[in-house]
T-cell receptor, first 116, second 114 residues
Framework: DSGVTQTPKHLITATGQRVTLRCSPR?????VYWYQQSLDQGLQFLIQ???????AKGNILERFSAQQFPDLHSELNLSSLELGDSALYFC???????????????FGPGTRLTVL | GQQLNQSPQSMFIQEGEDVSMNCTSS?????WLWYKQDPGEGPVLLIA?????ELTSNGRLTAQFGITRKDSFLNISASIPSDVGIYFC??????????????FGQGTILTVHP
C-alpha cells in the first residue's frame, strides 16, 4: 500500500459527460501528479501540483483540468468525454522540496475510466 | 519531446534465471526510477537512482544510472514467480517547466515459468 488513495476505482460513463477523479496523497506529501495510462500511449504525465499551485503541465487536454485543495487532496476533472479518454488515471505523490529523494513518486491504485 | 526506449518489450524466463532490461533516452535525466506494475494496480517504486554511474541494489534487484545520464539498466537475479509483472523505467528532469515530471518507458512484460 503506497499510502496514496484514489476514488472511484471504476467509472463508466457516456460520451459528452463530465467526471471528477479524486486523489489523496500520502501523509505529509505536498506534490500531486496525475498520469494517464492507455494501451497505445503508455503512461503519460498530465499535470503536477505543489502545495496548491500548478507546478508543471504535460500533455493535458483543454477539456481536462485539475486542482489541489488546502488539505492537499487533488481532483482531476474530465469534461466532454470522448471514447478515446477511456484509460487508467493514476495519481502519484511526492514529498516535494529540495533534494532528489523528495521527488520520489508513489502511485495510487488508479481509476479505470470507461467511456461508452 | 523526451523519449525513452525500453527493451526488451517482453521476456519469458524460467524460475531461477537472471533478468536484465534497459532504457535509453534521447535526453539527459537527473533521476532514474524503476517501477513494477501488477495488473489493475498502480506502479510500485523499486529503485531510485540519483547520480551518474550510481549502482544501487534492493534485494535481488540491481539498477545502474548510466554515465552519460541517458540510460539505465535493471537486473533481477534468481527470478521467482512473483516477479511476474510489467517493469517500467522512468526518467525525471529538474527545473524549468518539466520539474518533477516522469517520462516513462514502454514497459517490459516479464513472465516467469515455474
Amino acid at each position: 500500500d503506497s499510502g496514496v488513495t484514489q476514488t472511484p476505482k471504476h467509472l463508466i460513463t457516456a460520451t459528452g459527460q463530465r467526471v471528477t477523479l479524486r486523489c489523496s496523497p500520502r501523509s505529509g506529501d505536498l506534490s500531486v501528479y496525475w498520469y494517464q495510462q492507455s494501451l497505445d500511449q503508455g503512461l503519460q504525465f498530465l499535470i503536477q501540483y505543489y502545495n496548491g499551485e500548478e507546478r508543471a503541465k504535460g500533455n493535458i487536454l483543454e477539456r481536462f483540468s485539475a486542482q489541489q485543495f488546502p488539505d492537499l487532496h487533488s481532483e482531476l476533472n474530465l469534461s466532454s468525454l470522448e471514447l478515446g479518454d477511456s484509460a487508467l488515471y493514476f495519481c502519484a505523490s511526492s514529498a516535494g522540496g529540495q533534494g532528489w529523494s523528495y521527488n520520489e513518486q508513489f502511485f495510487g491504485p488508479g481509476t479505470r475510466l470507461t467511456v461508452l | 519531446g523526451q523519449q525513452l526506449n525500453q527493451s526488451p518489450q517482453s521476456m519469458f524466463i524460467q524460475e531461477g534465471e537472471d533478468v536484465s532490461m534497459n532504457c535509453t533516452s534521447s535526453s539527459i535525466f537527473n533521476t532514474w526510477l524503476w517501477y513494477k506494475q501488477d495488473p489493475g494496480e498502480g506502479p510500485v517504486l523499486l529503485i531510485a537512482l540519483y547520480k551518474a554511474g550510481e549502482l544501487t541494489s534492493n534485494g535481488r534487484l540491481t539498477a545502474q544510472f548510466g554515465i552519460t545520464r541517458k540510460d539505465s539498466f535493471l537486473n533481477i537475479s534468481a527470478s521467482i514467480p512473483s516477479d511476474v509483472g510489467i517493469y517500467f523505467c522512468a526518467g525525471q528532469s529538474a527545473g524549468g517547466t518539466s520539474y518533477g515530471k516522469l517520462t516513462f518507458g514502454q514497459g517490459t512484460i516479464l513472465t516467469v515459468h515455474p
